[in-house]
């Protein structure tokens, strides 16, 4: 079944209707070496994006272990300019501003979807 000439493009308005959080892409920079010669890292923050957070249920990277951790997902706009090394900050839930928001690091590459890009994330906690 052809529709003549119609696109999908409000399947993506539909999509990013159901985004009802809002995050900021930090993009990667590296300013240079230190004084020990080892590269520095830096995010620079850029304008905010609607996105949708689902939050993954919490696991332990072995069994038994201490290292706990939780592989979430965010869905993005197409649009939206991402790589695997800049990081993503959560600062709005349902509309509502996060009293301390959460930075996220990109596990691997964002995922092409229909209507949005996925990014799997890991929770930043090293203060970094």
């Not at 905010?48 to 869905?75: H, N, Q, W």
């Not at 939206?80 to 990109?106: C, E, M, N, Q, W």
Request: charged share 20%; hydrophobic share 35%.
């Amino acid at each position: 079944m052809t529709c003549g000439g119609c696109s999908d493009d409000w399947m993506v308005a539909a999509a990013e209707e159901t985004m009802l959080d809002t995050a900021q892409v930090l993009k990667y920079q590296t300013p240079g070496n230190d004084a020990y010669r080892i590269p520095g890292k830096n995010w620079e923050v850029q304008t905010a994006i609607s996105c949708g957070y689902t939050a993954g249920a919490p696991a332990e990277l072995m069994d038994k272990s201490s290292v706990p951790f939780r592989r979430s997902k965010i869905r993005v706009p197409l649009a939206t300019d991402v790589a695997s090394k800049d990081r993503i900050r959560l600062t709005h839930r349902y509309g509502r501003l996060l009293s301390s928001p959460i930075t996220f690091k990109i596990i691997g590459n964002p995922v092409l979807g229909i209507t949005n890009l996925v990014l799997y994330v890991d929770q930043v906690t090293d203060g970094s």
